[in-house]
């Protein structure tokens, strides 16, 4: 991925290359998690669905009690801003990431640290799993309650994920972590959800313990346009190891084809054609070929 720190932010008030900013240690945002975040992309330079990504944010903002001292039309027209002033760096990047935060500040009573940063998307991180697809693994640990944290809020209270992560790579080295809820329900991954296809139907879970993905949603829209049958249900790890296709949705690369579950072959054919539909009609929406893209900018084909 290219390098990104003279790339400039939006930092508490000013436009700063993103290696001054900087976070004190005092800051509830790095002492205890206090802080909600959301990451939109470009396609060609423009943002995506940034509106729900905005809305989504602020949602999350309300219910965790943050005033971050900006209208979510404020916010963004900076994230709008951001990106034009790093929009010289396209070339070399691609796409961008579009990267919001909020803390609550240094005490319960803020003032909040409000950040927006622009990277490069990360095309080598998933590039690969279009012709290879990625290895799910169901881990041990599992999904907050949502007694315990509502799930709908995009957080950085993340250490059963990152538990997760390293769980799955004990396993499998390129292992992407599944979690379960507390009742042994497929919930989402460590920041992407989870979607199956059986007898031609897609499912997915339900949004009671996952995060409300923008990309599940969208996902959801193409399907049903395309007329195929989308069903939101419980589904546990038998549905995953009997399904005749498994994808990931996030926001840089969408969809990600899933090849094994616990080691074992997911399907007959893959990706499977449900997937590959799926795939060519978000190349559509956004105007990129998607799978080219990722691939020409992890340096996997020309």
């Known amino acids: 991925m290219a390098d990104y720190h003279d790339y400039i932010a939006y930092f508490n008030g000013e436009w700063i290359p993103y290696r001054d900013v900087k976070v004190v240690p005092e800051d509830r945002g790095f002492m205890v998690a206090d802080v909600v975040f959301d990451i939109a992309r470009t396609f060609g330079g423009k943002s995506f669905r940034l509106k729900d990504h905005i809305d989504r944010l602020y949602r999350s903002l309300k219910y965790v009690r943050i005033d971050p001292e900006l209208s979510p039309d404020e916010m963004t027209e900076l994230c709008e801003q951001a990106v034009m002033l790093n929009i010289g760096h396209q070339d070399e990047a691609g796409d961008f990431a579009i990267n919001p935060w909020v803390t609550r500040g240094q005490t319960l009573d803020g003032p909040p640290t409000v950040c927006i940063s622009i990277k490069p998307v990360n095309f080598p991180s998933f590039a690969k799993y279009y012709d290879e697809g990625a290895h799910g693994v169901i881990v041990k640990s599992r999904s907050y309650a949502n007694e315990s944290m509502e799930p709908k809020v995009k957080h950085h209270s993340r250490l059963n994920f990152n ?6 790579r004990d396993i499998d080295p390129d292992g992407q972590a599944v979690l379960l809820d507390k009742d042994g329900n497929v919930t989402e991954g460590i920041g992407y959800n989870v979607f199956i296809v059986k007898d ?10 996952i995060l409300q993905g923008i990309s599940r949603g969208v996902v959801i829209e193409v399907a049903e346009n395309l007329g195929i049958p989308v069903v939101e249900e419980d589904l546990q790890p038998y549905d995953l190891y009997t399904a005749d296709e498994a994808f990931f949705s996030r926001t840089s690369p969408r969809i990600v084809p899933v090849s094994q579950l616990d080691r074992r072959p997911v399907g007959e054919e893959f990706p499977g054609p449900i997937t590959k539909n799926l795939l060519a009609a978000h190349s559509e929406l956004v105007g990129v070929d998607i799978v080219g893209q990722a691939q020409h900018y992890a340096g996997i084909k020309e």
Not at 163 to 168: F, I, T, V
Not at 200 to 209: A, E, I, N, W, Y
């Open 163 to 168: 538990m997760a992560e390293l769980e799955a």
């Open 200 to 209: 031609g139907v897609l499912k997915t879970p339900t949004d009671r313990s």
